[in-house]
């Protein structure tokens, strides 16, 4: 049965290749900058599993993170980090809906990105509960729009109908 369910998870709310294709084409231009992904997942067969470092070039400082040390890539909660202009671009993809303290976790993206550094964030809309318990959150694009209102300019994209969107793609810079 928990076959069936994934299988039609991924049929019709799957957001990975849509959001895939979006980070594509953000990555295609850069070059030679420092990488910070949150929440690199577990590795899979290839050795990348969740994370998406191979859709950057090789010329960037990639380093994967995540909170559980089991993945193998360095520890770092994104609640409490501390880190003060030291990236720039931060990835965040599916990690704030499993984030209780999620406003205290967009504050230390935004400390640790350099001036003009952009940080790539993906939540689910709608989506079923995953990870339990720790799935907390849902966050529409308005409520982004209010989370991210520090950030200079900000882009936003959704997957689905504009009034049930399956996920939302934010871009924003410092």
Same mark, same amino acid.
């Given at each position: 049965m928990k076959k069936v369910m994934r =299988?039609?998870?991924r049929l019709f709310v799957s957001s990975r290749r849509w959001r895939n294709r979006q980070l594509r084409r953000f990555a295609a231009a850069v070059r030679g900058q420092r990488i910070l992904e949150i929440g690199s997942g577990r590795p899979g067969r290839d050795g990348e599993g969740q994370s998406v470092k191979s859709i950057f070039d090789p010329?960037?400082? =990639?380093?994967?993170t995540d909170i559980v040390?089991? =993945?193998? %890539? *360095?520890?770092?909660?994104v609640t409490t980090m501390e880190l003060h202009e030291e990236f720039d671009i931060i990835i965040c993809l599916n990690v704030l809906? %499993?984030?209780y303290d999620f406003q205290a976790a967009v504050q230390r993206i935004y400390r640790a990105l350099r001036p003009g550094g952009k940080t790539v964030i993906h939540v689910p809309f709608v989506y079923p509960y995953h990870d339990e318990? %720790?799935?907390?959150? *849902?966050f529409s694009e308005h409520a982004? *729009?209010?989370?991210?209102?520090? =950030? *200079? %300019?900000?882009?936003?994209?959704?997957r689905?109908?504009?009034k049930i969107p399956i996920s939302v793609l934010a871009v924003a810079t410092k």
């Open positions: =299988f039609l998870v010329s960037n400082d =990639f380093l994967q040390p089991a =993945f193998g %890539h *360095r520890i770092l909660d809906e %499993h984030v318990p %720790h799935d907390y959150w *849902r982004l *729009r209010l989370m991210l209102s520090d =950030f *200079r %300019h900000l882009d936003l994209e959704t689905g109908v504009s």
